[in-house]
């Protein structure tokens, strides 16, 4: 199939911007997908762990400030005082004091609302004061509801602390679905109580609810995809924000839930490795963590935050970018095309134009010129092309011209040709004329020549011997006509061989010179030196010349010139030599054949004989070599002259041309060929 070669530079055009500008963008679009995408996880990465350090903070703050309230609770002077009547067994101090302490204890628990008891033991174990927050309000514990906890785990711890140290114990390992943590205590701390006198006089301690801590983890679901959990050292949940959404449908469990079941290993190891940090290696979500200490005695039992965010949503800011990506992809591959079809009309159109302009010339309209001002190659393509157009419409008018010209030629050569033939077929009427006519003409001369002859004597009279004269006078007219008409149809015979056509001239013009000069005529001779020969016969020359000369006399009156000239010319025209062979082949083809022959190096003796005299009329210029014309008066012309010169010359494989003026004069040129070496 052939494909336009304009739609394959348009194609090209479009392939090259297209290359130019969707790699840069592909690959500029590509990898700042992947530097957002990467600096979008950095991002998220560091705000997560902001996060989890913040709650952390808080988490941790809280605790120590549980700490602090303990402490507050140990140093307030009710204690001091009760633990002095305790020292010296004052019931009634230790009742009023009590009393004092339990107020201490329930207003601290009203106020911070966060804990869920505070209590006071004796060094035997047996609960002094006990004061319970329940339904939003605390509860002293009346005395006889009071017990001995001496086998208790955090009597004992507490009998082991120094003075001033503060012990955690945790009251829970996990919290399970549907159960929540704002209303469970978690963390109970505990510190000896001594006396002013150093002495260990029991413990107190408080319990921390998850109220708080809650509050700071629930407060931080602000994404539903951001997702904080609060787990324990073994990856037990105490918050989980999945339990919270469905808070209402879920059903309590009893069974704790681990992270670890949650979390491929290396993620649950990472997180409770007891240290803050970020994962992102994870194929699905990215997390940061930070583990808080109730105590700083234990290192053993910590609190871990964590947070967690899927990584599929943060593709989103990076799924924007390249919505925005793609959309400027397409956008650029639109403006590629619009470019591209503009660019390649640009480049194209001129060499549309050019097609066109070729398409018109072929047609043949080589007056359309192209108007291209692209200032590149194709403009010196559309100059030449005018160029050439213009040369066309010159070889065109040329060839036009040339055809005109030769048409014209054609039809004289057919004129020509129409008068050989009518010339050949009237000397075969003449031939047959004079055959007949020469014969009793020549008996009658004879028979008067003897009628003569007898009259020695003088025996005829006068009157008939006159009479006899006139008829051999006519009788002689008459055989001379007979004689010319033979010598037209070429039934007199010449002998052909070279002849100096100089020498010819000089013999005829000997025979009129005299007549010539009587008349008063001037008669010049221009004869080139050494002419080359001419193939012919001299008679049938001399007869032609003369019969020339003769018209020019008759044609010229007295003061007149008549002027003979020969010369040699080479650049006889070839198409003119041509056309002689032709017509000379048409007419006597034996003879002018090996003539021509002879001629084959070209080359023609000129004879021009030219008078002053009265010129040819125009009408008759085509008649004149018409056998039988004559404008001469009856008796002095036949009119045979000149279609008998015509005759021979013609033998002669040469040209008769004529030229003439009225009233100017007349010139008459043979053309004769030259023989061959
Ligand atoms: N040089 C000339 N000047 C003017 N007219 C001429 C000249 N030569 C020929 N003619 C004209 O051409 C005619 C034909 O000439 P052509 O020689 O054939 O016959 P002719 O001279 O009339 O008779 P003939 O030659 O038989 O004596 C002439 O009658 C004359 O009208
Ligand atoms: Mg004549």
């Known amino acids: ?355 066109r302009g070729v398409q018109l010339i072929g047609k043949g309209n080589l007056d359309y010129r192209l108007d291209i001002k692209s200032g590149d190659e194709v403009e010196d393509v559309a100059v030449e092309f005018n160029n050439m157009a213009e040369k066309l419409k010159k070889y065109s008018r040329n060839l036009e011209e040339k055809v005109e010209e030769k048409t014209k030629k054609m039809e004289d050569y057919e004129k020509q040709l129409i008068h050989s033939e009518k010339m050949a077929s009237l000397g075969l009427l003449a031939a047959g004329v004079a055959h007949e006519i020469n014969n009793p003409i020549g008996i009658i001369v004879n028979r008067i020549e003897c009628l003569k002859m007898e009259n020695k004597n003088g025996d005829i009279p006068e009157k008939i011997v006159k009479d006899l004269d006139t008829m051999m006078h006519h009788a002689m007219r008459v055989s001379k006509i007979t004689g010319n008409l033979l010598s037209f149809s070429r039934e007199s015979s010449h002998e052909f061989k070279s002849q100096d056509i100089n020498k010819i001239l000089e013999k005829v013009l000997m025979f009129v010179e005299d007549s010539i000069t009587a008349k008063g005529i001037t008669m010049e001779k221009y004869l080139t030196m050494r002419l080359p020969f001419v193939f012919g016969s001299s008679g049938g020359l001399e007869q032609v010349f003369l019969n020339i000369v003769h018209n020019a006399m008759d044609a010229t009156d007295g003061g007149g010139r008549i002027k003979v000239e020969t010369k040699y010319t080479i650049g006889h025209s070839e198409g003119e030599a041509r056309r002689i062979s032709n017509e000379t082949q048409d007419s006597s083809p034996s003879f002018t054949q090996g003539q021509n022959d002879k001629n084959k190096n070209g080359g023609f003796v000129n004879i021009i004989i030219s008078d002053t005299g009265d010129g040819i009329p125009h009408e008759y210029k085509e008649k004149i070599f018409d056998p039988f014309f004559t404008t001469k008066e009856i008796g002095k012309g036949t009119g045979l002259g000149l279609s008998i010169s015509y005759g021979i010359i013609k033998e002669h494989g040469g040209e008769i041309k004529v030229d003439s003026e009225v009233s100017k004069g007349t010139t008459f040129t043979v053309l004769l060929p030259v023989m061959a070496e």
């Open 1 to 355: 199939m052939k494909i336009n070669f304009l739609s394959r530079i348009q194609n090209k055009i479009f392939l090259s911007l297209m290359l130019a500008a969707i790699l840069p963008i592909g690959y500029f679009g590509y990898n700042s997908i992947k530097s957002t995408r990467n600096s979008l996880i950095d991002d998220t990465l560091r705000k997560m762990y902001l996060n989890v350090f913040a709650m952390g903070k808080d988490m941790d703050n809280h605790l120590k400030n549980a700490k602090g309230d303990l402490l507050y609770l140990k140093s307030s002077a009710p204690l001091e005082y009760l633990l002095d009547a305790m020292e010296f067994n004052d019931i009634a101090s230790f009742t009023y004091w009590r009393t004092l302490l339990e107020k201490e204890f329930s207003n601290l628990i009203e106020q911070k609302n966060v804990y869920l008891q505070a209590g006071f033991l004796s060094r035997d174990g047996d609960e002094i004061v006990l004061v319970v927050y329940d339904m939003s309000r605390p509860i002293i514990l009346p005395w006889k509801s009071l017990h001995n906890q001496r086998e208790s785990g955090y009597f004992r711890m507490a009998a082991e602390l120094s003075n001033g140290e503060i012990a955690s114990l945790p009251l829970r390992s996990y919290v399970v679905k549907g159960l929540n943590l704002s209303n469970i205590a978690l963390m109970r701390y505990i510190t000896p109580v001594y006396n002013r006198n150093g002495k260990w006089m029991g413990m107190i301690y408080i319990d921390v609810v998850g109220k708080h801590i809650y509050n700071t983890v629930k407060m931080s679901i602000m994404d539903r995809a951001f997702k904080v959990f609060l787990v324990n050292n073994k990856g037990f949940y105490f918050f989980n924000p999945e339990w919270e959404v469905e808070e209402n449908l879920l059903t309590a469990s009893d069974s704790p839930e681990n992270i670890g079941e949650v979390y491929s290993r290396d993620v649950a190891s990472q997180i409770l490795s007891g240290k803050s940090g970020v994962i992102m290696d994870d194929d699905k979500n990215l997390f940061a963590y930070m583990p808080v200490f109730p105590t700083e005695m234990d290192k053993n039992f910590y609190y871990t935050i964590i947070q967690m965010y899927p990584k599929n949503h943060i593709s989103g800011g990076a799924n924007d970018f390249e919505k925005l990506f793609l959309i400027t992809v397409l956008s650029a591959i639109l403006l590629t095309v619009f470019m591209g079809i503009i660019i390649s009309k640009m480049l194209t159109n001129p060499l549309s134009r050019l097609k």
